[in-house]
């Protein structure tokens, strides 16, 4: 049974969009918040609480991020991705590297896909306490068609990606008969959320292309649904929105060149966006720092700019917009960057910085199938908690100084966060050279 906690005299950001309340103690009993304000003071002592001095300080949900590729291990190419990451090496590495997550202040995660499809075993280990990590949620592989993916400006016409069978995190699917089966069968593996790649960079394509059928992603979100499991989609162009929103994706990743056919389309069936802007700000602004041309940083940033003012208009008609960061490659390490969504829903949409908070701690629970017990901070609900050192709610950018990360709170006990930053050293075969030469960390961003 993990000790009782008082976190004593902090201002409350309760993660709702309400403004901060100062002077307010939370009591932690068996993982869950029992009390807040004076009865929280009142009833310490009995429960026996070890207490948190919170004075001047925030207290305020833990950060959800809704899009970690959790076994990537700072990839920097499709080439590194699918042929130079062994299952049960990658395994470990990502033990290691939950740990960085979590002492960044991300107290749980949605991993959409992963090598090997080893999402729902990670998932079970870190349930059963055999490795450190946030609450997770897991896909196995991404869903792909054999024309369609990130990978097909790799090779010369997208051969990179097989014409069948798995490779890296995705399985091929060629046939709806083929998308129902490994539907089917990722649920049966364990998956939490099946992951659909509705869109690839064709080769000869400026932009991706739709790269299955209505047919295709109905006869998916269909399988998946009738087992009570919900589905995901990678999105990146105006059309492929409109059509997983009809067919019955839960959730759509990136959202590019949202229209308003695409707005209709998610309010009509209740489709949740996640735009992932984070990999796509950090090489828009930071790209000469790792080695990207000019070129790059534009294609990245009009992408941002083409999106953000439609997905305004979305989120201001209540499409559920929740935060992501494409952990796990070069340019978004673990640890490092799960805080910048907030900042570019900020910058770049004109929210509040409450607003954005609420992105990453109450709407996270949608993907985590935690509604009303997870990401606020109200009594009865779960524990995963932080204490900032400033105030968010007034410069959002304070999250991501990990120096400001006071207290990480998960499952209602306080993590050691004077243990040295995890790191590993050469791994033989495990990198390959590219065009990024160095992972983007926080500091050397800034420096």
């Known amino acids: 049974m993990a000790e009782a906690l008082l976190i004593s005299g902090g201002n409350v950001i309760d993660g709702t969009g309400a403004p901060p309340v100062a002077n307010t103690s939370v009591l932690v009993e068996d993982g869950r918040i029992t009390a807040m304000g004076a009865e929280a003071e009142e009833r310490s002592a009995?429960?026996?609480?070890?207490?948190?001095d919170a004075t001047s300080k925030t207290v305020m949900p833990g950060l959800h991020d809704s899009h970690l590729h959790s076994t990537f291990d700072m990839v920097q190419s499709n080439d590194e991705l699918f042929f130079h990451r062994e299952p049960i090496l990658?395994?470990?590495?990502?033990?290691?590297n939950l740990k960085k997550v979590l002492r960044a202040g991300v107290t749980s995660f949605f991993d959409p896909d992963s090598v090997g499809g080893m999402g729902p075993r990670l998932r079970e280990a870190i349930e059963a306490g055999v490795i450190e990590g946030p609450r997770m949620v897991a896909g196995c592989h991404a869903l792909m068609t054999a024309i369609g993916g990130t990978a097909?400006?790799?090779?010369?016409?997208?051969?990179?990606?097989?014409?069948?069978?798995?490779?890296?995190?995705?399985?091929?699917?060629?046939?709806?008969?083929?998308?129902?089966?490994w539907t089917r069968r990722h649920i049966k593996y364990g998956a939490d959320w099946i992951k659909i790649h509705a869109t690839g960079s064709l080769h000869d394509k400026v932009g991706e292309v739709t790269a299955w059928?209505?047919?295709?992603?109905?006869a998916s979100c269909d399988a998946a649904h009738e087992l009570g499991v919900p589905v995901s989609a990678h999105c990146r162009n105006a059309q492929s929105i409109v059509d997983c929103a009809k067919a019955?994706?839960?959730?759509?990743?990136?959202?590019?060149?949202?229209?308003?056919?695409?707005?209709?389309?998610?309010?009509?069936n209740g489709s949740a966006i996640s735009p992932t802007f984070t990999f796509l700000a950090n090489l828009a602004d930071?790209?000469?720092?790792?080695?990207?041309?000019?070129?790059?940083?534009?294609?990245?940033?009009?992408?941002?700019?083409?999106?953000?003012?439609m997905l305004r208009k979305a989120y201001d008609q209540g499409v559920l917009l929740i935060s992501g960061t494409e952990s796990g490659f070069c340019l978004t390490p673990y640890g490092e960057w799960h805080s910048r969504e907030m900042e570019i829903f900020v910058e770049e949409m004109g929210l509040?910085?409450?607003?954005?908070?609420?992105?990453?701690?109450?709407?996270?629970?949608?993907?985590?199938?935690?509604?009303?017990?997870?990401?606020?901070?109200?009594?009865?609900?779960?524990?995963?908690?932080l204490v900032i050192d400033g105030d968010p709610s007034r410069d959002i950018k304070i999250l991501g100084d990990k120096s400001r990360i006071l207290e990480v709170i998960s499952r209602g006990q306080r993590i050691d966060l004077d243990i040295p930053w995890p790191s590993h050293g050469n791994i033989p075969g495990w990198k390959v050279g590219n065009w990024a030469y160095d992972w983007l960390t926080w500091e050397r961003a800034h420096e």
Not at 161 to 179: T, W
């Open 286 to 309: 930071f790209g000469p720092k790792v080695g990207a041309t000019p070129g790059m940083q534009d294609v990245f940033r009009g992408e941002i700019e083409a999106t953000a003012t």
């Open 213 to 218: 059928t209505f047919e295709e992603l109905r």
């Open 152 to 181: 097909a400006l790799s090779a010369p016409a997208g051969t990179l990606i097989p014409d069948e069978g798995r490779l890296g995190y995705i399985q091929i699917v060629n046939s709806v008969e083929e998308v129902v089966l």
């Open 90 to 96: 990658a395994a470990l590495v990502t033990a290691q």
């Open 248 to 268: 019955g994706v839960d959730l759509i990743w990136h959202a590019s060149f949202l229209d308003e056919a695409g707005i209709e389309a998610c309010l009509e």
């Open 46 to 52: 009995a429960a026996g609480a070890t207490t948190i």
């Open 352 to 385: 509040t910085p409450l607003e954005a908070i609420t992105t990453a701690t109450k709407n996270g629970a949608f993907c985590m199938k935690l509604e009303g017990e997870l990401g606020t901070v109200e009594v009865g609900m779960l524990a995963d908690l």
